[in-house]
């Protein structure tokens, strides 16, 4: 059985039903759509206690001859990608298949004129422009690894994440814009690359002009090299095990690790979601308003739509410039038919008022999209009436960087969908609710910890340089599952409901971070003793940080105090860390034996202060009572 999309309900229950009796036949059937250059000897071959999971032994492809050579026969000259630029005064662009293509050939020659080969890793730092979308796939066509740095982080995070792959390589732009900011980005990779000695050279795409220093035979510029390099570059061949990308992400520990994607099963899966979920046609514009820099941008602007031949539209500004009807706008100037976003941004918008979007039309689009957070009910309507009219089908998306694509979602008007329900499990995807202990709960009307029992195709295959941080994080709370961090709901039809994280990750904006990775960054302060951070319900942000710090001493100044934790956080991390709450206590609500009883410091961040349990377990109770006074 072969479905090209599924189109009906009737569809999805027996292509769920056979993935699950027979998953190899079932992914062995999806990957036959693709080029390879050798057929696998193994669908699937895994064990979650190593962990080690490997689809498609024996495969040799490579994505980028997916993603680009297999469609110039039949869709040359349809648009790849089409760039919405930051200033709407400028010309968009329409970059063909057979454009993309060559763009992506002469990038990769530049790349292995400069030293890199297959194995390399490379490291992207860039805005939102075609550039990026050529970058990303000129390495994975030579076969380097790529890891791509949102650009919105700091020198710091740059240098950190180079320094965990071991990057030789850097792509950058001399700078870019973001609304009415000007940024300047090669000046924030010079500063990175102060203490990242191991690399060998910075590649500068011209962007905004701006000057930039060059260091001599460290950085070139990109538009010297493409001259120098011949139009044409074959796909490398690629074991389907192989790395293609290395994606940074938070977890409950303080360094954020690298999450590790291989060739042949995320090829598969972020092609088969994309087709479904959104019952993409052949003549739909998709756009999805992720970064690149995140995982929804790899998988749902970049690989995902280029492998079904879709036309991806790619934007580099921000949602509310030039004024708060952007997006709505970009959707009538390209006929947008499938919109895919975050509840952060719908919910931000929608405090905007309907006079933004009271102009537009909206009536090219067919599908809208949920991905990152929990979206509330009242933003789910909002969007439902105001963007979708009524007629078009919500999908709320639930992944992770560590699924590669998503795996719970309803398909877009195949399958039903249901107010802050992400729904149903994709084929292939089988989700289990746990107790703490790690018993599955067998019943509906349940709520329990979200683990899935049996690998996807794009499911994480190690965290880059330590495999066993990947086992002991997601492989070892549970045995035999692979757990998510989530907690989740399960109604009486078997919908998920995601509820949120019951790990030390707090999601603010549909970002994660961990709060041991802000703590570190605040006590970076030279006078800041300890410090706590927590998330608490904020209403545009989904999820709000709020730090409670000890000072070395008494704090006189407490927004110049304030101003330099923030300061601070934007240094390590980057602004979108920053605390939006900072108390100074001059304790913190400990155990006797020195742990830091955290369930107190978020009750106060969420204001319930009369359900703070037992305190009595505490080395200084009269501690809470200060905290529950100073609350922010
Ligand atoms: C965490 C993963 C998936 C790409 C963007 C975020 C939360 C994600 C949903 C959703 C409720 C969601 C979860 C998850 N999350 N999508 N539709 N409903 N929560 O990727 O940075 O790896 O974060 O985002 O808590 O664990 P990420």
Redesign the pocket.
């Given at each position: 059985m072969s479905y090209s999309r599924l189109r009906s309900n009737a569809d999805y229950t027996n292509a769920y039903a056979q993935s699950v009796a027979e998953p190899e036949a079932f992914w062995a059937a999806q990957a036959e759509r693709f080029t390879w250059r050798r057929k696998w000897d193994h669908v699937l071959q895994w064990d979650f206690n190593a962990p080690q999971v490997e689809w498609f032994k024996g495969g040799r492809l490579n994505i980028t001859e997916n993603c680009l050579d297999r469609h110039l026969a039949s869709r040359g000259d349809k648009t790849a990608i089409l760039w919405e630029p930051n200033d709407p005064g400028e010309e968009a662009q329409r970059i063909s298949y057979r454009e993309l293509h060559a763009r992506v050939c002469r990038f990769a020659n530049v790349l292995e004129h400069n030293g890199a080969k297959k194995g390399d890793r490379v490291c992207i730092y860039m805005p939102m422009i075609p550039d990026l979308a050529v970058a990303v796939l000129a390495c994975a066509r030579i076969g380097a690894i790529h890891s791509v740095v949102f650009a919105g982080f700091s020198a710091q995070s740059i240098a950190d994440r180079i320094q965990d792959a071991d990057a030789a390589f850097v792509i950058t732009t001399d700078g870019m814009a973001r609304g009415a900011k000007k940024v300047a980005v090669k000046a924030i990779v010079d500063e990175a690359l102060r203490t990242c000695p191991g690399v060998k050279r910075v590649m500068v795409v011209r962007h905004t002009g701006e000057e930039v220093d060059m260091q001599a035979g460290r950085d070139v510029w990109l538009h010297d090299e493409l001259k120098q390099v011949d139009a044409d570059r074959p796909a490398e061949e690629m074991a389907s095990e192989d790395p293609l990308f290395i994606l940074y992400?938070?977890g409950s520990t303080g360094k954020p690790k690298g999450v590790v994607h291989t060739c042949g099963g995320y090829m598969v899966y972020t092609d088969y979601t994309f087709r479904n979920v959104f019952q993409y046609e052949e003549q739909d514009v998709f756009w999805c308003t992720?970064d690149v820099g995140?995982?929804?941008g790899h998988s749902y602007i970049i690989y995902g739509p280029l492998l079904a031949g879709a036309t991806s539209l790619m934007f580099e500004g921000i949602p509310t410039y030039p004024d708060a009807g952007r997006f709505w706008q970009v959707i009538d100037k390209h006929g947008v038919n499938i919109f895919y976003t975050?509840p952060t941004a719908i919910r931000s918008l929608m405090a905007q008022g309907l006079d933004f979007v009271r102009p537009c039309s909206l009536s090219s689009l067919k599908v809208i999209g949920?991905?990152?957070?929990?979206?509330n009910e009242e933003a789910w309507h909002w969007y439902k009436e105001h963007i979708g009219k009524d007629r078009c089908p919500i999908v709320?998306?639930?992944?992770?960087?560590?699924?590669g694509g998503?795996l719970?979602?309803s398909l877009a008007g195949i399958t039903d969908e249901k107010p802050s329900y992400?729904a149903w499990p994709m084929p292939g995807v089988q989700p289990v609710l746990l107790t703490p202990e790690g018993k599955e709960i067998m019943e509906n009307e349940v709520e329990g910890l979200l683990a899935i029992k049996f690998p996807w195709p794009s499911i994480i295959r190690t965290t880059w340089g330590d495999h066993e941080r990947c086992r002991q994080t997601y492989f070892s709370s549970y045995k035999g599952y692979y757990f998510?961090?989530?907690g989740a709901r399960r109604d009486a039809e078997g919908r998920y409901r995601?509820i949120?994280?019951v790990d030390d990750?707090i999601?603010v904006s549909?970002?994660?971070f961990g709060t041991a990775e802000i703590e570190n960054a605040i006590n970076e302060s030279e006078w800041v003793v300890e410090s706590a951070v927590v998330g608490y319900p904020h209403d545009i942000k989904g999820q709000g940080i709020y730090a409670y710090v000890i000072a070395e001493k008494p704090v006189t100044d407490p927004d110049q105090a304030r101003s330099e934790i923030l300061a601070t956080v934007t240094k390590m991390i980057g602004p979108i860390a920053k605390p939006d709450k900072i108390q100074f206590v001059s304790g913190l609500p400990k155990t006797r034996s020195g742990k830091i009883m955290r369930r107190i410091l978020r009750k106060v961040a969420e204001n319930e202060l009369n359900s703070l349990g037992d305190t009595t377990t505490l080395l200084d109770p009269a501690v809470v009572d200060e905290i529950k006074a100073g609350r922010v």
């Open positions: 992400t938070s992720a995140w995982v929804t975050a949920s991905v990152g957070e929990p979206i709320d998306t639930w992944w992770q960087t560590e699924t998503i719970i979602s992400a998510t961090g989530d995601i949120g994280r990750v999601n549909g970002h994660r």
